[in-house]
């Protein structure tokens, strides 16, 4: 459908309704059990697992998952200013720091679980089938949808850098994670697609040690 921008009258609500949604997002640490299936481009395998995420929104994440005969099959350790991924079944550990690798989802996991909503506005609209906004975020553009689903809130978003565009989908019941809640996510560059489950959400604060860097004994991010 053609673009219909947010005109003067609607914009200050189209901007109001994004403020309201990065005020509701977690802002303290968390940590939920998930179910996850995993497909990779390179050798066409599907991993299916189960295992856990811990986030500090805006400072780190980790996430480990483990296969039906108890083998890791990703362990992921991403922060701000450095990330660790591994994949046993693949024989791949790897590191970097402040870059986004073509063939690792190390940006999106930054972005969304980190800085979702964050960025420059620069264009909205109401028109249907929900709210819509523009984002420049660093050199990324993110597009950003506001819908419903089954659960409640469907939040559709495409991020736009260097030639890749990554998609998400996040059905969630409320702003905070709850059982139920699920994610896609799909790289149009590499093919690489995650499907996410939230099982289980604790109802304590993650442990601090979840955040510190696998390969070292330092402080924590």
């Keep these: 459908m053609p673009w219909q921008g947010a005109t003067p009258g609607t914009w200050p609500a189209l901007r109001d309704r994004l403020a309201a949604e990065r005020t509701a997002a977690p802002h303290e640490p968390w940590s939920a059990g998930v179910r996850v299936t995993m497909r990779e481009p390179r050798s066409g395998r599907v991993f299916d697992g189960r295992g856990g995420i811990a986030v500090a929104p805006g400072r780190a994440l980790r996430m480990i998952l483990v296969g039906g005969a108890g083998t890791t099959l990703l362990d992921a350790w991403v922060t701000r ?37 964050e960025g420059q506005l620069f264009a909205a609209s109401d028109a249907p089938p929900g709210p819509t906004w523009l984002l420049r975020d660093g050199a990324a553009v993110v597009e950003l949808r506001v819908g419903t689903c089954d659960r409640g809130e469907l939040r559709t978003a495409s991020r736009r850098v260097g030639g ?27 093919g690489l697609g995650v499907d996410l489950v939230v099982e289980s959400v604790r109802g304590s604060l993650p442990d601090e040690e979840a955040f510190r860097d696998p390969d070292s004994s330092g402080a924590a991010p």
Excluded at 82 to 99: E, I, T
Excluded at 165 to 190: H, I, K, L, N, Q
């Design 81 to 117: 200013a450095r990330w660790r991924v591994a994949v046993p079944p693949l024989h791949l550990v790897r590191r970097g720091g402040a870059d986004e690798p073509r063939d690792l989802p190390v940006g999106f996991l930054r972005w969304w679980f980190f800085t979702p909503l």
């Design 164 to 190: 890749r565009t990554e998609r998400v989908e996040e059905c969630r019941e409320r702003a905070v994670p709850r059982p139920g809640d699920w994610v896609r996510y799909r790289d149009e560059a590499s």
